[in-house]
């Protein structure tokens, strides 16, 4: 069963786990499991992906429950009127704030500006020597995408030189192995942490915020972070299934 993080009669949101894709996808045709037809069927009616995770990207993800809902929060993204927040675990030591404002290039070639604001929650030193260094340096993110460009978080925090842990084909190789080798570590370390935005039909401002799922945690826990984590008022779940 997908955690339904927020429902009234035109819009739903999930938690959606790692390793999920959001609808079928001619690049992976292998899975057999989606997020769109496992809550059609566990609502047992049509349901409208409002936005896109990627597949290793975990946390909040909304959808509309009928065609004029989902066109008209669609426009809302699409006008930048919902406000986005990610958790991140990144190589090295960010900065407390920053804005990266570095254009992109679409699958179709077109250069589009993007920017994303980010702060910095917490950092940690590992005594896990890697390459020439005799520890490892992480730092926790909280990023704020002001635009919606595809893999925008994972390539501009690649391009600061603080790729996101478990980033694949962005990130760093050597990290991802490490993680993998050393602590059994598959998924990618983002995580759709809230969306804000103007109810479509009421104008009720809504807040939905999505807890982090168990692999998450376990990083968290490695960093030595549980006790913030407490303090954020923030329980691990499992993933569905």
């Known amino acids: 069963m997908l955690e339904i993080l927020y429902q009234d009669e035109c819009l739903v949101a999930i938690n959606k786990p790692h390793g999920l894709l959001v609808h079928r996808s001619p690049i992976a045709n292998d899975v057999t499991e989606f997020a769109l ?3 059609r069927d566990q609502l047992g009616q049509s349901v409208y992906p409002v936005h896109r995770l990627d597949r290793k990207t ?3 993800l909304l959808f509309g429950l009928d065609e004029d809902s989902h066109r ?6 699409a006008e930048g009127e919902v406000s986005k927040t990610y958790w991140a675990i990144v190589r090295g030591y960010t900065e407390p704030n920053a804005e990266i404002d570095y254009p992109l ?3 179709k070639g077109k250069v589009q500006n993007a920017v994303t604001n980010f702060k910095t929650i917490a950092q940690a030193e590992l005594k896990v020597p890697f390459g020439k260094h005799e520890t490892s340096r992480y730092s926790w993110v909280e990023a704020y ?3 919606g460009r595809m893999h925008q978080l994972r390539k501009h925090f690649a391009h600061i030189l603080h790729p996101i842990i478990g980033d694949r084909p962005h990130g760093c190789n050597k990290q991802n192995r490490l993680f993998k080798e050393r602590w059994d570590m598959r998924t990618m370390l983002l995580h759709a942490r809230r969306l804000e935005f103007k109810h479509p039909n009421n104008g009720d401002r809504i807040t939905i915020e999505a807890t ?3 692999e998450f945690s376990r990083m968290m826990e ?5 006790a913030l984590l407490a303090e954020l008022d923030l329980v691990p779940i499992r993933n569905p299934g």
């Open 37 to 39: 037809q496992k809550l």
């Open 145 to 147: 995408p002001k635009t």
């Open 72 to 77: 008209k929060m669609q426009q809302a993204f």
């Open 222 to 226: 490695l960093m030595g972070w549980s």
């Open 105 to 107: 290039t679409n699958d």
């Open 212 to 214: 982090i799922h168990s």
């Open 58 to 60: 975990s946390g909040v």
